[in-house]
């Protein structure tokens, strides 16, 4: 993620949440990534806009597959036409769905 906000120029929530960037606090940014915390013991239900323009969709995508290959129960549902703050507002038209 830090790689993609660099690309576009944009402020990195994370970096400021974290202290520094990875370069600068390294041991932090492992210890607080899913995927270098895989496999995790519970099952997980991950949801992506397919709009997102904030956290592009390849990286819970790429997530997904690294879970699965490591034995983990998940699942990956990609919500089709939300971007990235619909996901969490409950009227949002792809918020209807079931499983």
């Known amino acids: 993620m830090w790689e993609i906000h660099e690309q576009k120029g944009m402020k990195s929530h994370v970096a400021a949440l974290l202290g ?3 370069e600068e606090v390294c041991e932090r940014y492992k210890m607080t990534s899913p995927i270098e915390l895989l496999p995790m ?3 997980q239900v991950l949801l992506h806009g397919e709009l997102d323009r904030h956290v592009p969709v390849e990286l819970s995508k790429n997530y997904y597959q690294n879970a699965m290959k490591k034995g983990c129960k998940v699942r990956l549902i990609v919500l089709q036409r939300i971007e990235h703050f619909k996901i969490i507002e409950p009227t949002s038209p792809g918020m209807g769905f079931s499983y």
């Open 20 to 22: 520094g960037t990875p």
């Open 41 to 43: 013991k519970v099952e």
